[in-house]
């Protein structure tokens, strides 16, 4: 039981990594891993502490500053990685860092 758990988790997070430009919702998540929304959320208190939406946000973020440090423009990031708009990636950005993508990597 808890190693099937493990690998559950694992198999979530390697599904989240492989489309972490895709904008999952956890609907999404829980059809491509045939799993429901409770476990799903069980599974990410425990193995992550942390909610799964805030998990694949981490990613995400990750993601973004990747593609930043690889001289990608900000609207080309948005594009490839399925955000509404430049500004809606921006707004994110700020949200989860504090400060604008334009002044991450100036500080």
């Known amino acids: 039981e808890k190693a099937e ?3 559950l988790f694992a ?3 390697g599904f ?3 489309h972490v430009d895709d904008a999952l919702s956890v609907e999404s998540i829980c059809t491509a ?3 429901g929304r ?7 208190q425990h193995y992550a502490g942390c909610g799964v939406m805030q998990y694949y946000n981490h990613l995400r973020l990750r993601r973004i500053i990747e593609r930043m440090s690889e001289d990608e423009t900000l609207g080309d990031i ?5 955000f509404s708009s430049q500004n809606y990636l921006t707004d994110f950005f700020r ?9 991450y ?3």
Do not use: D, W, Y
């Open 78 to 82: 948005a594009i490839g990685m399925n």
């Open 105 to 107: 990597f100036k500080g």
């Open 33 to 35: 891993c045939g799993i």
């Open 11 to 13: 198999e979530v997070v």
């Open 16 to 18: 989240m990594q492989t």
């Open 95 to 103: 949200r989860h860092t504090g400060v604008p993508p334009s002044r």
């Open 38 to 44: 409770t476990t799903l959320k069980e599974l990410f």
């Open 5 to 7: 758990r493990a690998a």
